[in-house]
């Protein structure tokens, strides 16, 4: 049971070009979230999902798309990457939708953006 | 809109020593309220949560938190700091509805031996 796993790790990239993160748990959650963590301002969200084929804007989604084709996966794309988005990025996965659930998180993508 | 704020970036205790880390929120309901920790290069991991009931709630690792009402607060509290404590500590609140926490943006604990 590996939880909840993020690839890469670790990424660089020039302004303007695109990439995905993926995000995979394998603990039949229905609900799964993209947060950016950034210096003194704790984490975000970006966008969740409450289940598979669905898709929502969280706190900051701009410049970001998602997609939750399968249950199990959720990527994140950046189509056009710029500076701002260097952060570390985070997906998290819940059972539940209350706010009682508790929120397995990933280890992190590191980005950064030149 | 809910909010959170930890008002120490930095913490440093000697090993041993007791701890105490603070959070205040800010919610027009019962709030539910979460800490967890980031250890270095990790991801986040759930230290211990509230939601109702006694407002003393014990956590893993030693840790337990205590809801104060009066003084919106959710202070995290450890008797005797280790080492392996060393990490960021963030709190969260979350609505009643759909559940998206709202995180605190931090603070760094450091443990000196």
């Known amino acids: 049971n590996a939880g909840v796993t993020q690839t890469p790790k670790f990424r660089v990239l020039k302004t303007g070009q695109s990439m995905t993160l993926l995000c995979a748990q394998d603990?039949?959650?229905?609900?799964m979230y993209w947060y950016r963590q950034d210096p003194g301002m704790g984490l975000r969200l970006i966008h969740y999902?409450?289940?598979?084929?669905?898709?929502a804007k969280g706190e900051v989604p701009d410049g970001y798309n998602v997609s939750r084709l399968k249950k199990q996966n959720f990527l994140l794309g950046l189509e056009s990457a710029a500076p701002s988005q260097t952060s570390v990025y985070f997906c998290?996965?819940?059972?539940?939708?209350?706010?009682?659930?508790?929120?397995?998180f990933g280890p992190g993508t590191r980005l950064l953006v030149l | 809109a809910q909010s959170v704020t930890q008002p120490d970036i930095h913490i440093t205790v000697s090993e041993g020593a007791s701890l105490e880390l603070r959070c205040n929120y800010s919610?027009?309901?019962?709030?539910?309220l979460f800490w967890y920790v980031q250890s270095p290069g990790q991801g986040l991991q759930l230290l211990l949560k509230?939601?109702?009931?006694?407002?003393l709630v014990q956590g893993i690792k030693g840790f337990e938190a205590e809801f104060k009402r009066s003084q919106s607060s959710f202070n995290l509290r450890k008797p005797s700091v280790h080492w392996s404590d060393a990490a960021e500590y963030f709190c969260?609140?979350?609505?009643?509805?759909?559940?998206?926490?709202?995180f605190g943006t931090g603070t760094r604990l450091l443990v000196s031996p």
């Open positions: 969260a609140v979350g609505n009643t509805g759909f559940q998206k926490l709202v």
């Open positions: 509230y939601f109702s009931g006694d407002t």
């Open positions: 998290a996965s819940s059972l539940g939708q209350g706010a009682w659930e508790t929120q397995y």
């Open positions: 603990m039949n959650h229905e609900y």
């Open positions: 999902s409450v289940g598979e084929g669905t898709t």
């Open positions: 919610y027009g309901a019962t709030p539910y």
